[in-house]
């Protein structure tokens, strides 16, 4: 433990350099700094986190490419060290919402340690009877964008017909499993037969289908659901979005998460298809999970309730150590990891 | 004046087979029927209209083509009379709600007499003292469009950047007046200098450009748009709503309206840059006027009030007679009306 005299050299995953195309293992560097203390400085608000489990996410992709404009999200700086969301045990804080021994999860450093200067942004973890590295995933960002873009964005009711592409990811499968929650019809797309076989019976999508192994997308969608869509739970975009869009019924919703098959193309594909946006009368909608924290406590009581009663199940691709944090997070873009994706730095 | 024995025969336009691209008069075919009375048959509840002006607009190219899947609008039928949205003289009804000499608004069909079997989608025009002609455009169908689309759809707040593509036509002209009377900045395009000059000089707008000249759609919308658009009005689709997506703001809103840009082409163009729906939380929402008509004597009385006071401008390009009527709706998709196309039939 901590205790304000100790120092360790600190591990860190650093960006090289800014990337074009789709991101390598040899983008990032594992280093070790020099010694640093474990102690916040005197007369800072900060917190210092000792990192545990670090969340791998599809749009870190953005961070690591230099943009003219500004994008969601800020680029990251090369030669320094990437971050992204979290969990953490507070080492040392002169913070007054922080002490030593919490447990928070937020945006942090992929590194050992980490010194957080704003830690206004860090949430307090209320439940640490489920396992902590769920706060990367089913009750930390990824699941807190499935719950906002499915409740809030897509507004399901009943008895609709639900489609989520990306399905056995981090946000997929807890979308799936909300629709079921909410009594909807659901399928779901994904990119290898394990996946399909565990939507369909680890998560309990009423059906899936594998997107490499279809020709026609559209006559896959048209077979899953010869009546239309009413919610399309969007992470993929291109070729899967146009499909999509011939398959919507009247009034639907699209709830634009994600499109990670765009993210490391130079030229994005083409969606030819919105005039169905027009004809059918739908609604796309972006959104980012940043702008609806008001709603994290009513999206984690929602969910740990149901954890806890065994009405969500929740699937985890563990990789160990920062060592393995580069080639975790590149294999998100080739669908390499099978649920979702996240480092342990160590486990308490 | 019709008393129940007058027989006429009756001109009409007919669509002569379904087509594909570009419409050509030849699509279409004026003929006269044989002798008809005008009377509206014992035991139904049928009202019969004598047609004074009809609407062209861009939406009656989807009627034209054969869809295998119902379209929003049910298609045309080959070798029978094309219908649309006109404004009518109530010659004869057996309806409670209809008398001799009303005027209508609503379907009906490209003739000179329809009889209108279900007349419960017909408007009574409640002011008389505004052109008639008007309720084909300002006070109608496009009119109503631009009410819903922007009021409904964008939610518009003083102040914001408002884009409009096809300015000029009967649905932009207003939508640039609504958005002016909100405090909004407004912008539109327009696909020659003639137009772009009638946005400026006679509808108030605060800037616009001609398409045509444009090389770059994207640095013209920069150089109108510094600081980016809160709102697109989308009546084109296609590259400028590719170009616009780049220059969206966060939480910025689209209406999608029409495609005109589309309507003629047997493959659309693909959108590439609907990754900007993500980042910046883009709404963009497709409707139908017919969903809203609960709304309608909300729309005219704002409307008509502001007509009256002289805060809105209302331009009208007219043809004379059904012998121009299909000249008339093909003239849509080369941008050769200056203002709301509209067909006169009769006057009175």
Redesign the interface.
């Known amino acids: 433990m901590a205790n304000g005299e100790a120092e360790v050299r600190n591990k860190k995953v650093l960006l090289k350099h800014f990337i074009t195309g789709f991101p390598r293992e040899s983008d990032m560097e594992l280093v070790e700094s020099d010694t640093v203390r474990l102690k916040v400085p005197e007369g800072s608000t900060a917190v210092l986190l000792k990192n545990l489990y670090l969340s791998c996410d599809p749009y870190m992709r953005?961070r690591m490419s230099k943009h003219v404009e500004p994008?969601?999200v800020p680029d990251f700086t090369p030669g320094e060290v990437i971050s992204g969301s979290g969990v953490g045990k507070v080492v040392d804080s002169k913070h007054p919402d922080f002490k030593e021994g919490d447990y928070v999860w937020g945006m942090t450093g992929w590194e050992e340690y980490s010194l957080i200067t704003s830690p206004e942004g860090l949430v307090k973890i209320k439940y640490i009877d489920v396992p902590l590295s769920y706060y990367t995933g089913l009750l930390g960002m990824p699941g807190f964008t499935a719950y906002i873009g499915f409740f809030e964005i897509c507004k399901p009711k009943q008895g609709e017909f639900v489609f989520i592409s990306a399905a056995s990811g981090a946000v997929g499968q807890l979308v799936g499993q909300y629709a079921k929650l909410t009594g909807c019809y659901v399928v779901g797309s994904a990119g290898s037969d394990e996946k399909v076989s565990l939507l369909k019976h680890k998560f309990g999508f009423d059906d899936a289908f594998n997107y490499k192994k279809e020709n026609d997308l559209d006559a896959a969608l048209k077979r899953c659901f010869p009546e239309g869509i009413d919610i399309y739970f969007e992470n993929v975009?291109g070729a899967m979005?146009d499909a999509v869009l011939l398959n919507m019924r009247l009034h639907g919703r699209i709830s634009?998460?994600?499109?990670i098959s765009?993210y490391n193309l130079e030229?994005?594909?083409?969606?030819?298809?919105?005039?169905?946006?027009?004809?059918?009368?739908?609604?796309?909608?972006?959104?980012?999970v940043f702008?609806h924290y008001h709603n994290y406590s009513e999206f984690v009581e929602y969910t740990v309730s149901r954890l806890k009663e065994g009405k969500i199940t929740y699937l985890e691709d563990v990789a160990e150590g920062l060592e393995k944090a580069s080639g975790a997070l590149i294999g998100l873009f080739y669908g390499r990891n099978l649920g979702k994706q996240l480092v342990v730095v160590a486990r308490q």
């Open positions: 953005f994008s969601f975009g979005l634009a998460c994600g499109m765009q030229e994005h594909e083409g969606v030819r298809n919105l005039l169905s946006i027009l004809a059918k009368r739908i609604r796309m909608e972006g959104f980012v702008d």
